[in-house]
């Protein structure tokens, strides 16, 4: 990884909810007014029926300062990363649909949605038959960048939604590597690097937070009250009778939410007893004894708060619907085979002396395998890139031709042009750049 925290990150592996990692989560969960989400799977190559299973979801954790306010050290987040392979996922349920709703915990995330369609197929598949439709308060980094780009900048919004790597470089002066992220996460035990990588993606997002909150304490962003703002309020308007209040809608709604969230403390605050009473006392009991947010939080809420929604259509994958004569599965067949034989290697290549070339091998990398361009440099080969940042093929087709080069794509629509261009495509099937320059040498 490119990018250094000033203090390294307490990352917790969670593979049971019998492991001693499980009740340090819950209770972190409890203590925590910011909760950063992701989600990792392993990457399809094509389209599918069915939705890609989650391996493991991060939770990046920042406890409220009032746990201990006089210690940076207990403040700092905290990431657990939940082995969703080894996890009984119905064990897990409830506790991750109280914290996706719960109104006490702003979550935190970066184009969350299509994660939480993912997460609710894969709880489904394994026997929550409803999964998850929500998460709210919730606030998406992409949001928090806009209002910072345009109130603090003056800038127009950006028409391209920035990725987040982008948005870490420039707020927080981090280069976050993106290589791990085409990993196969289905594959255990998980890496050093892949934990680091996991750990980290959650974590920036409440770095990136913080940043915000900062801002707009200072240029007063956001506008409200809190209903934990007692300094508003004058002692002897508390005990004002009903026309009291009446003839003074201003302190009486102060009042009221005064001794609204009085209420709330007491109530919290005797939650834990509530967990002994039989069964048929308590009708359901919560899996997250909270507090209330902070008055800055709750500002914050108020004015830029958003919430994710999950639709029924959401929860389907999405099917092609192009128009046009069904084909029989035998001419689909030869057409997938002829495309798997074209990614193989067939032919001499156009720098062999047999069709007049000097023997060095020279190839075009496209914008899909870009990286590893460098790394063939590395190790003497010449390798090129394209002269657009986003040729088209034909642009790509001619630069391979005219420099008689290899185009190494990962593209599969690419390799239908093979016929003009002979021998001169070859179909990279390696994810990561280090396999992809393996690959290459080995043949």
Same mark, same amino acid.
């Given at each position: /990884?490119?990018?250094?925290?000033?203090?390294?990150?307490k990352?917790?592996?969670v593979?049971?909810t019998?492991?001693?990692?499980f009740p340090?989560?819950?209770?972190?969960?409890s203590?925590?007014?910011?909760?950063?989400?992701?989600?990792?799977?392993k990457?399809?190559?094509?389209?599918?029926s069915?939705?890609p299973r989650?391996?493991l979801l991060q939770?990046?954790?920042?406890?409220r300062?009032?746990f201990n306010?006089?210690?940076?050290?207990?403040?700092a987040?905290?990431v657990?990363l939940?082995d969703?392979?080894?996890?009984?996922?119905?064990?897990?349920?409830?506790?991750?649909?109280?914290?996706?709703v719960s109104p006490?915990?702003?979550?935190l995330?970066?184009?969350?949605k299509q994660?939480?369609?993912y997460?609710?197929s894969?709880?489904?598949?394994?026997?929550?038959?409803?999964?998850?439709?929500?998460v709210e308060?919730?606030?998406?980094?992409?949001?928090?960048?806009?209002?910072?780009?345009h109130?603090?900048?003056?800038r127009?919004?950006?028409?391209?939604?920035?990725?987040?790597?982008?948005?870490c470089?420039?707020?927080l002066?981090i280069?976050l590597?993106?290589e791990l992220?085409c990993?196969?996460?289905?594959?255990?035990?998980?890496?050093e690097?892949?934990?680091n990588?996991a750990?980290?993606?959650?974590h920036c997002?409440?770095?990136?937070f913080?940043?915000?909150?900062?801002?707009?304490?200072?240029?007063?962003f956001?506008?409200?009250?809190?209903?934990?703002?007692?300094?508003?309020?004058?002692?002897?308007?508390?005990?004002?009778?009903?026309?009291?209040?009446l003839e003074k809608?201003?302190?009486?709604n102060?009042t009221?939410r005064?001794?609204?969230?009085e209420?709330?403390?007491?109530?919290?605050?005797t939650?834990?007893?509530?967990?002994?009473?039989?069964e048929?006392v308590?009708?359901r009991?919560?899996?997250?004894?909270? /507090?209330?947010m902070?008055?800055?939080?709750v500002?914050i809420?108020?004015?830029y708060?958003?919430k994710?929604l999950?639709?029924?259509?959401?929860?389907?994958?999405?099917?092609?619907?192009?128009?046009?004569?069904?084909?029989?599965?035998?001419?689909v067949?030869?057409?997938?085979?002829?495309?798997d034989?074209?990614?193989?290697?067939?032919g001499?290549?156009?720098?062999?002396?047999?069709?007049?070339g000097?023997?060095?091998?020279?190839?075009l990398c496209?914008? /899909?395998?870009?990286?590893l361009?460098k790394h063939?440099r590395?190790?003497?080969?010449?390798a090129?890139?394209?002269?657009?940042k986003?040729?088209?093929?034909?642009?790509?087709?001619?630069?391979?031709?005219?420099?008689?080069?290899?185009?190494?794509?990962?593209?599969?629509?690419?390799l239908?042009?093979q016929?003009?261009?002979k021998?001169?495509?070859?179909?990279?099937?390696?994810?990561?750049?280090?396999?992809?320059?393996?690959?290459?040498?080995s043949n």
């Open positions: /990884m490119d990018c250094t925290y000033r203090k390294p990150l990352i917790h592996l593979t049971s019998e492991s001693p990692e340090h989560l819950a209770r972190a969960l203590q925590s007014s910011l909760v950063g989400l992701d989600a990792e799977w990457p399809q190559r094509s389209h599918q069915n939705f989650v391996s939770l990046a954790c920042q406890p300062p009032r306010p006089e210690s940076d050290e207990s403040n987040s905290v657990f939940l969703l392979s080894s996890i009984p996922l119905p064990s897990i349920w409830e506790l991750l649909k109280e914290l996706f006490d915990i702003l979550k995330g970066f184009k969350f994660d939480l369609i997460l609710s894969t709880f489904c598949s394994q026997g929550c038959d409803i999964g998850f439709d929500r308060p919730y606030l998406d980094i992409t949001s928090i960048y806009n209002h910072l780009h109130k603090q900048l003056g127009k919004l950006p028409k391209e939604t920035k990725s987040l790597a982008s948005i470089k420039e707020l002066d280069s590597s993106k992220q990993s196969d996460w289905s594959n255990r035990p998980l890496t690097g892949q934990k990588y750990a980290i993606d959650a997002l409440i770095e990136i913080n940043i915000f909150q900062v801002k707009v304490a200072q240029k007063g956001a506008a409200g009250n809190s209903c934990s703002s007692i300094s508003e309020l004058d002692s002897s308007n508390l005990d004002l009778g009903l026309k009291g209040i809608p201003d302190i009486g102060k009221v005064f001794k609204l969230c209420a709330l403390d007491i109530i919290r605050a939650s834990y007893y509530s967990q002994c009473l039989p048929e308590v009708s009991v919560s899996y997250l004894n909270t /507090m209330p902070d008055e800055s939080l500002k809420v108020r004015k708060g958003e994710i999950l639709r029924e259509c959401d929860k389907a994958p999405k099917t092609s619907k192009k128009k046009g004569r069904k084909q029989s599965s035998v001419i067949d030869s057409r997938e085979k002829r495309s034989d074209i990614g193989d290697w067939q001499p290549p156009p720098w062999d002396f047999s069709l007049g000097d023997g060095y091998p020279k190839f496209d914008v /899909m395998v870009e990286g361009a063939l590395c190790v003497g080969i010449d090129a890139t394209p002269r657009s986003k040729p088209e093929p034909r642009e790509l087709i001619d630069q391979t031709s005219k420099e008689k080069r290899v185009l190494l794509t990962c593209d599969a629509k690419l239908r042009h016929y003009l261009i021998n001169q495509i070859y179909r990279v099937k390696s994810l990561l750049k280090n396999q992809q320059l393996l690959e290459k040498l």
